[in-house]
C-alpha cells in the first residue's frame, strides 16, 4: 500500500513533468492528464488525511460512467508512467496493473477514400463558401492532409517557415513529443505555388503580412483545428460520406 499526502503528490507529478521534459518530450496531453487527476485528489481527499494511491487511481479512471475503453487506457497508461517514476525514490510504490484497463487498441475501422470520393470532396471544397474560410485555402489543406498522411492537427498548425518548397519537405514540430521532415511531391508543391499568391492578397487586405500560418481564413488570422474539423465535416455530409450525427464515417485523426 502506497499512503502519502496532496502535497507531495503534487510534488512528485511536478518532479515527472520536469523528468519527462528534459528527456524531450513536450508532454503537454499528458500534463492535462495529471492535472486532471490532481485536482480530483484534491477535491476528494480529506484534509490533513494520507491519499491511498491504490484507491484513488480506481476512483480516478472510472469518474465518469461508460467510459470507452481506449480512453481508460490512455488515462491508465499516464498513472503507471507517474508511478513507476515514483519508485525510483520509492522502490516498494504502488503501480496500478495493467489489466485495470484491458482492452487497449480501438475498433473503429478507418475510411478508406476512393479516388472518386476524394476528387469529389476536393471539387465540394473549391466550390465552399463559408464565413471565414476560403475555397483554395480549404482544398488546400484537404490535400496536404491526403498526399503526405500528417495528422489533421499537424496540417492545421504549419507554419510557412515550415514549408520547404525547394526540396518539398515539410517540417513538422514536436508533434507526439518528436519533430520530423515529411517529403511531398511535385504536384503537392505546384498546389502550394498556386496557393501563396491568394494568401498575400488575404493578409494584404487585413493588414496581417507578418502572419506565418500557413492555413488563414477570410480574416487574416490563423484556422483552429475545431473550426477545420468542422468544415471539412460538412463537406462529407454534403456528399453523404458521413451522416449529420454520430461516430460513423470517416473523421479526423
Known sequence: MTRLSVIALGRDIEDFLVFKRALGYSYRRSEATLRSFQRFVRVHARPGALVDLDKVIRAW???VPGRKPVTLALDLGVMRQLCQF???SEPTGF?????LAPETESHYL???????EIRALLRAAALHQGRN???TMLRLLILVTYCTGLRFGEAVRLQCSDVDLRNNVLHIRESKGRSRLVPFGCDLAKEFHRFWPERIKVLTRKGRRGED?????RYGRPITLKSA???VRRLLCLLALKSARGRTGPRRK
Do not use: T, Y
Not at 478507418?110 to 472518386?116: A, D, G, K, V, Y
Not at 500560418?213 to 481564413?217: C, H, M, N, P, R
Open 95 to 99: 503501480v496500478p496493473a495493467v489489466s
Open 133 to 135: 474560410f476560403w475555397p
Open 110 to 116: 478507418p475510411h478508406i477514400f476512393s479516388e472518386e
Open 61 to 63: 479512471l472510472v469518474r
Open 229 to 231: 474539423s468542422d468544415a
Open 86 to 88: 515514483r519508485r525510483r
Open 213 to 217: 500560418a500557413v492555413f488563414i481564413g
